[in-house]
């Protein structure tokens, strides 16, 4: 779970413009577009070719030994995963600005159990959701009448289903395992959110809230031009990979230590799929830890390399960005004790399932 | 004028608490900026999302930090 930093608060900042200006502000972003995407394609490409250039020309590092195969590691999968992250930062920084938290509580007011669970889930992926609006959002949509199953399928997949990580993911261990991590994390807040549902667990609600009424018009509505969409996308770039850069490197920098210098297979004994019991401790591990997306999936991805089960590792990682102590201690507000427990408890089991479900399924 | 900023006290929150000051500062307006971080406040303004902005018991902003143009143009207003 990421610290209590807004990470992906939205930090808009509109600025007064008459339609001329407007214009041409628009047209200028806009022609600047496509040169952008061209070079980030063509730079991307060079990578691989640069690493090794780098590595044993620049710095004559022998083939095939530890350090050339750590730094070949790291002058090659930094870049790419900063170039990777900037991009889909922006991307989805645009796409956020055609969701906003009240929008979502209107689209899941009074949706049934189950299709609404989905909606829910869904959304948590791009509606743009800081740590710290957990409160108020789940009060919000509680009392506009979002079932309470169906706010937790939100709060499930908000945090744990993010574009940070499901791009290292994608930039370190490809395509399928980002799409993996995406369909369970969904899989896992859906099922946790209709269970939880199903267990009827309103009285556990700290009484205050549910004798909240206020009106929902209240809120002034956001109307957004097209160069508002683009400058959000921008400062959404600044903003998290400005914050996350540095968590990036030091993962990779870890990854390719361990990369270059740890044994094949190493990890086998301890996360591999032959331990039953590491499932359970990767998830217990994971409760008490927490760590934005980019600091961990480079460790992940050398844990991987080095023979630990991706089930074993996948349950860590969910557990770590989605159960998380300091996220559980601000519910406690809204949330009596036993409703937390429960909580924590039955999306602790779903990551679980999802653990042993990998290990048994993958080769 | 009565501004009210509220959030529970992250990092985009007291940012705005900041702006706001600023804002008001350079503004040249006598107004009172108060922090409010109980959950159960923040709820009776009908805001669901946070960091947001009320000033003289109107809902300016939810859910962003707002530019400093934006809170002078409302000072001003």
Not at chain 1, 257 to 286: D, N, Q, R, T
Request: hydrophobic share 50%.
């Amino acid at each position: 779970m990421e610290p209590i930093g807004c990470k992906s608060c939205c930090a808009k900042k509109t600025v007064d413009e008459g339609p001329v200006t407007g214009k041409g502000k628009l047209a200028r972003y806009l022609l600047l577009l496509a040169p952008s995407l061209i070079v980030w394609w063509l730079v991307y490409g060079m990578l691989p070719g640069f690493s090794r250039l780098l590595t044993y020309q620049v710095f004559g590092v022998a083939q095939g030994s530890h350090l050339g195969d750590s730094l070949e590691f790291l002058f090659y999968d930094t870049p790419k995963v900063l170039l990777l992250l900037t991009l889909v930062v922006f991307g989805v920084g645009i796409i956020r600005t055609f969701f906003t938290p009240e929008r979502t509580r209107k689209v899941l007011a009074g949706k049934r159990e189950s299709a609404g669970n989905v909606m829910a889930a869904l959304l948590g992926i791009v509606t743009p959701f800081c740590s710290c609006s957990a409160v108020p959002l789940f009060i919000g949509f509680v009392t506009a009448g979002v079932p309470m199953g169906v706010t937790f399928s939100f709060l499930i997949s908000a945090p744990m289903v993010n574009e940070i990580a499901l791009v290292l993911l994608y930039g370190l261990l490809g395509w399928k395992v980002a799409a993996l991590y995406l369909g369970t994390g969904l899989f896992v807040a859906i099922l946790a959110g209709w269970v939880l549902g199903k267990l009827n667990l309103e009285p556990y609600v700290e009484d205050w809230v549910m004798k909240i009424r206020t009106d929902p018009s209240v809120v002034p509505v956001d109307e957004q031009t097209w160069t508002d969409r683009i400058e959000a996308g921008l400062r959404a770039v600044k903003d998290i990979v400005g914050k996350v850069w540095i968590y990036v490197v030091v993962g990779i920098a870890v990854g390719a230590g361990i990369h270059g210098y740890v044994p094949e297979g190493f990890m086998a004994s301890i996360m591999g799929k032959g331990a039953w019991w590491s499932v359970p401790a990767a998830v217990l591990v994971g409760i008490p830890m927490y760590s934005n997306a980019a600091g961990i999936v480079p460790v992940v991805e050398a844990l991987l390399g080095k023979g630990a089960a991706l089930g074993t590792v996948l349950a860590f990682m969910m557990s770590v960005i989605a159960l998380s102590l300091p996220e559980m201690v601000i519910l406690r507000k809204v949330l009596k004790p036993r409703l937390i427990l429960v909580f924590a408890g039955v999306v602790g089991l779903g990551i679980l399932l999802v653990g042993y479900l990998f290990n048994a399924v993958i080769a | 004028m009565e501004i009210k900023v509220l959030g529970p006290g992250c990092a985009k929150c007291k940012e705005t608490e900041k702006l706001v000051r600023e804002a008001v500062s350079e503004a040249g307006v006598t107004a009172t900026v108060e922090k409010i971080s109980d959950f159960q406040q923040i709820a009776g303004y009908g805001v669901f999302s946070t960091p947001a902005v009320v000033i003289d018991d109107e809902v300016k902003v939810v859910g962003k930090v707002p530019s400093k143009s934006d809170l002078l143009s409302w000072l001003k207003a």
